[in-house]
């Protein structure tokens, strides 16, 4: 059984935008941008039974461009850079980490 559906011009060229922005805002929620960082650096692959091998890998012969897995890994990148950046700017403020100046005589 297929769908039969009309796909809007330029699709093609969009798609994997749109799934970014979708996956960066699914992962702003502070439970799921925790359990995304849990990861660590493990390989994110989206693996399915039926062919999609654009946004994912075909299981049964192993090929797809896994482009959801890489989506997830960048976003997983971002906020973990995000979360760097910010304690970073909390040690400015409080005065931790940073180089204490030297005392003038």
């Known amino acids: 059984y297929k769908r039969q559906v009309t796909i809007r011009p330029g699709w093609g060229d969009m798609k994997y935008f749109v799934m970014l922005d979708m996956v960066r805002q699914k ?4 439970e799921l941008g925790r359990k995304l960082l849990e990861t660590g650096d493990t390989l994110l692959v989206e693996g399915n039974l039926w062919g999609d091998r654009y946004w994912g890998v075909d299981l049964k012969t192993g090929f797809g ?3 959801l ?4 890994m960048k976003v997983r ?7 760097v950046c910010s304690r970073s700017r909390k040690a400015r403020r409080s005065g931790v980490g940073g180089v204490a100046a030297p005392f003038l005589s």
């Open 69 to 72: 897995g890489k989506i997830l």
């Open 65 to 67: 461009e896994n482009n």
């Open 77 to 83: 990148d971002e906020l973990r850079m995000s979360r």
């Open 27 to 30: 992962f702003m929620d502070p």
